[in-house]
């Protein structure tokens, strides 16, 4: 699948991967469509693309009506989305003594509800056309519960699960459902982080990865592949090591 003539669809648009994807893709021949809330940030860099000029929507993923409404805007313009790269995601790190389920709603909202909102609505158009993808950001981190991280891995691990039975179904339709799997990139998402990141990598980077990957329709794109290999064998360890573990090592 190449982006030529393509609508695409960035959520989370505004900074980090979004950003860095909807630079990469500025330079090809696609209708561009760039979500966010904080719309103000993509005005600021939309000038320095040199080719098409985006259609940049304000929403919040994890509001239905928003979302609702953004899609009518899409419509309107292009008829609906070829390419969808929902990406929007939030992760907060809390401690047990200030436990909050106002983290998890927006934690579930954005990284789940805000990816199947969208594709509830880019779904007809794509079954109609017979043809298309949806690519979920997810994250390595979607293989085990990790420390003041439970809602954000619980988040990942049922939307790479949600995104594979996609895949099964739109399979015969010609839908082609990619699941994202970015290790530590740097973005503003880590900017709180305390601990020791491991093959950091910058956006940009990332988002080369990315677009290679849904060029060649890969059904899995996870990157880079030393976390590929070590969150692998994290997932293998069995319980009572891996508490072990985590207590040293502070992950
Ligand atoms: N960076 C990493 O190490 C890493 C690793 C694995 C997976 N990921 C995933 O990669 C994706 C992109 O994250 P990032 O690293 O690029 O972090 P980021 O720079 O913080 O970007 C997050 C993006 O999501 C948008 N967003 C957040 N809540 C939203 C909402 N309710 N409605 C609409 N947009 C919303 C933000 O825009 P507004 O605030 O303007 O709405 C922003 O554009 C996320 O799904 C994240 O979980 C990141």
Redesign the pocket.
Known sequence: MDFDGKVVLI?????????ALAFSLSKENCKLVL?????E?IEQYKSQFTMHQPLIIK????NKEEVVEAYNTIAEKFGGVDIAIL?????FHMDVEEYNSTYAERTY???LY?VIYWIEQILPYLLKKKEGIIAG?????DNRGYSKSGF?SSS?AALTIYLEGLSLDLKPYGIKVITI??????????SQNKYP?PFLMN?GTAAEIILKGIRKEKRMIQFPWQMVMLTRLIGFIPGRFYEWLASKSKF
Not at 11 to 19: E, H, L, Q, Y
Not at 59 to 62: A, H, I, Q, T
């Open positions: 959520t989370g648009a505004s900074t980090g991967i979004g950003k979500v966010a809330r904080h719309t940030l929403c919040d993923v994890s990406n929007a995601g939030v992760g909202g954005t990284n805000g950001v997810s994250s390595l981190a954000y990942k799997r970015p290790g530590f990139v740097d973005t503003p998402i880590n990141m956006a």
